[in-house]
């Protein structure tokens, strides 16, 4: 069975400051997902990583995929409170019989004004 | 266009009850998720149809659990005798082929009492 751990599950920071969020596996995944989800709202895509090494920039968020395809990083740079949310990584197992994603339990970030 | 969109929003129920929810997926759309999200747990995939065929319904937690999709469309999962532990939201994502880029609904929370 392919596993998704995130860490930390609680993150409570002051404006600002800087984070990283990880996603670990011991299996590899033929691509990654982060996705951010907001109380009463379904998760909201990211951004997909797909090959190993990649690292992709959306504005203060960086995204790093494992060179083995089997880790993820997620970094905010001067995170704000808008940041807030919960932070989501699956796994895509598109080559298994159910064509679905394996979800990380996810990163609860709250960010202070 | 639209996005994906559930109902009921909310559902409270009486253990024992059967419950049917709903899912719209985005229009074109042949590939339909169903998942659910427990209070402090990741997203456990359940079910996923291709047009109007769901090809491993392993996922589904009990066979109180069903699902179906008509006409390439609207997919109702329906919860027979429900349990207190089926309290959960459950999130529908739809994609314009399977494996690709998944669109979450904002949900149903359901309630058992």
């Known amino acids: 069975t392919q596993l998704l751990e995130q860490s930390p599950q609680f993150l409570s920071i002051q404006e600002g400051e800087n984070l990283t969020v990880y996603c670990n596996s011991s299996s590899v995944f033929s691509s990654l997902q982060w996705y951010r989800q907001e109380p009463g709202e379904g998760p909201v895509l990211l951004v997909t990583?797909?090959?190993?090494?990649e690292v992709k920039k959306l504005k203060r968020l960086t995204f790093q995929f494992g060179d083995a395809r089997k880790d993820s990083s997620l970094h905010i740079t001067a995170a704000q409170p808008g940041d807030t949310g919960l932070y989501l990584c699956?796994?895509?197992?598109?080559?298994?019989?159910?064509?679905?994603?394996?979800f990380g339990k996810g990163t609860k970030l709250s960010v202070k004004p | 266009g639209a996005g994906v969109s559930q109902s009921p929003s909310n559902k409270v129920t009486e253990k024992g009850k059967d419950v049917e929810l709903r899912c719209d997926p985005i229009s074109g759309h042949t590939a339909l998720y169903w998942y659910r999200q427990s209070l402090g747990q990741g997203l456990e995939f359940l079910i996923y149809f291709q047009g109007n065929s769901a090809p491993d319904k392993s996922g589904l937690p009990s066979d109180r659990f069903s699902a179906e999709r008509t006409g390439g469309s609207v997919s109702t999962l329906t919860i027979q005798r429900t349990q207190q532990e089926d309290s959960a939201v459950y999130l529908c994502?739809?994609?314009?082929?399977?494996?690709?880029?998944?669109?979450f609904g904002p949900g149903t929370r359901l309630t058992v009492l």
């Open positions: 994502a739809s994609s314009k082929m399977w494996a690709d880029t998944q669109y």
């Open positions: 990583v797909v090959t190993g090494g």
């Open positions: 699956a796994g895509g197992d598109y080559g298994g019989s159910q064509g679905n994603l394996i």
